[in-house]
């Protein structure tokens, strides 16, 4: 298992471009943008869907998106997982053969930048999800949030890019980035899965909206706990709440709402040493 915290790379040429423009008084300018490319993710012999991605950790993401889809079960044995750099393609491969064929035919495009897709499904997966009663400190909330502002990332240095952040009471331990969010938690999920993290005491921190599919991954995922800077959408909430999840957004400075699962939270936190957060400070992951 790598050693935590697994952090973004900002300084991989792969993941920007510099791109020359011209700025507000017509002046040149130089910036780095973030790269697409398409990954296309094969189970076995068959083509499940192409994903667009800033292209790194390929086999994390096919893992993720597989687990995260039901299309590889708790007691599937995975015999490879290889990725070809020539053509974009990562194929994953286990022991019991599969076919999702009608699966495949019901799609869903979802509300996350770079379009998401989910399956057929997905929603009745969680029917059988029992979410641990953990608890959850305030301390730990604020002391991540001012770690997770300050670690290095392609947002800082190129933007239009969202962040996952799998946490540990008040411990960063896998951070992920991608154009769109249900990338980032997909990476996740293949880097718990491909390393046997376990779920039930972790937190789940995204930049991103708290949308139904956010919630539907991470409740998919065993992890308890998901926060956001960003807001929630109704029928996110309304899933959190039918699954226990604790769903916290609007995290900015001192303030935060939660909207589900407030029984897991102990406010422990001593407000006075939380700098509250102004409008000129720095508002990292709003995905812009």
């Not at 300018?29 to 790269?35: K, L, N, P, W």
């Not at 960003?230 to 995290?251: D, N, P």
């Not at 102004?278 to 990292?284: I, L, P, Q, T, Y």
Request: aromatic share 6%; proline share 5%.
């Amino acid at each position: 298992m790598p050693d935590f915290p697994l952090l973004p790379d900002p300084l991989l040429p792969r993941l920007t471009r510099a791109v020359q423009g011209h700025d507000q008084t017509g002046a040149p300018v130089d910036i780095s943008v973030v790269e697409e490319r398409p990954l296309t993710i094969f189970l076995n012999n068959q083509e499940i869907v192409t994903a667009m991605t800033i292209g790194d950790y390929p086999e994390y993401l096919a893992l993720g998106f597989l687990r995260n889809q039901g299309m590889l079960r708790d007691d599937d044995r995975i015999t490879g997982v290889d990725y070809d750099d020539d053509i974009d393609t990562v194929v994953v491969r286990t022991e019991r053969q599969t076919s999702y064929e009608d699966k495949l035919k019901k799609k869903t495009r979802t509300s996350g930048c770079a379009v998401g897709t989910v399956f057929g499904d997905m929603m009745e997966g969680l029917e059988g999800v029992t979410l641990p009663a953990t608890e959850l400190r305030t301390s730990w909330l604020y002391a991540l949030a001012r770690q997770i502002n300050t670690l290095p990332s392609l947002y800082l240095t190129a933007g239009a890019i969202h962040g996952t952040v799998l946490c540990e009471r008040d411990r960063v331990l896998v951070y992920m980035e991608d154009v769109g969010r249900h990338n980032a938690v997909d990476k996740i999920a293949g880097y718990m899965l491909r390393h046997q993290v376990p779920a039930g005491d972790k937190i789940l921190y995204t930049t991103g909206r708290l949308t139904s599919e956010m919630v539907i991954k991470t409740a998919m995922m065993g992890i308890p706990v998901l926060a956001s800077r960003s807001g929630f959408t109704a029928w996110g909430v309304e899933i959190a709440r039918q699954t226990g999840l604790t769903l916290i957004g609007r995290m900015r400075g001192q303030r935060f709402v939660c909207l589900s699962g407030e029984d897991r939270l102990i406010r422990d936190a001593d407000m006075d040493s939380v700098p509250d957060e102004d409008g000129r400070s720095r508002r990292k992951g709003a995905g812009a």
